[in-house]
């Protein structure tokens, strides 16, 4: 049973940076896919950032993309989100999640496993 955990969030001022992790474990070898997503209260789930186990390839939403980076290591024991100028409504709380079906999909249906998320909360 896959189980991710992130952590890294917290409370930040504006343009400052963060760098999330996401812990994998319990059969990493069968994921195919990791993602990285947010979700601010009254919102739904936003897609941010996903990358290809198969061969390391990132891709991001245009939202965040030149301001987020996502990574991992080498064993894919865990993979980062590196986040800078960090503004108000980036608040929300901060998810990773695992597909065993899709290398890279924007769709949070497509993601089997999920973790219980992060914190992150910008302030002017």
């Known amino acids: 049973q896959v189980q991710l955990a992130e952590s890294g969030g917290g409370s930040v001022q504006v343009g400052d940076s963060l760098r999330l992790s996401c812990a994998v474990s319990?059969?990493?070898?069968?994921?195919?896919?990791v993602g990285w997503f947010r979700q601010a209260p009254g919102k739904e789930r936003e897609f941010l950032s996903g990358?290809?186990?198969?061969?390391?390839?990132?891709w991001y939403a245009d939202p965040v993309k030149g301001r987020f980076t996502i990574s991992r290591d080498n064993a894919w024991n865990t993979v980062f989100l590196q986040m800078h100028s960090l503004q108000p409504e980036d608040t929300a709380v901060y998810l990773c999640a695992a597909s065993i079906e899709y290398m890279a999909s924007y769709r949070p249906n497509d993601y089997d496993y999920w973790g219980q998320g992060t914190q992150v909360t910008v302030s002017s």
């Open positions: 319990g059969g990493a070898v069968g994921i195919r896919g």
């Open positions: 990358i290809r186990r198969s061969d390391g390839t990132p």
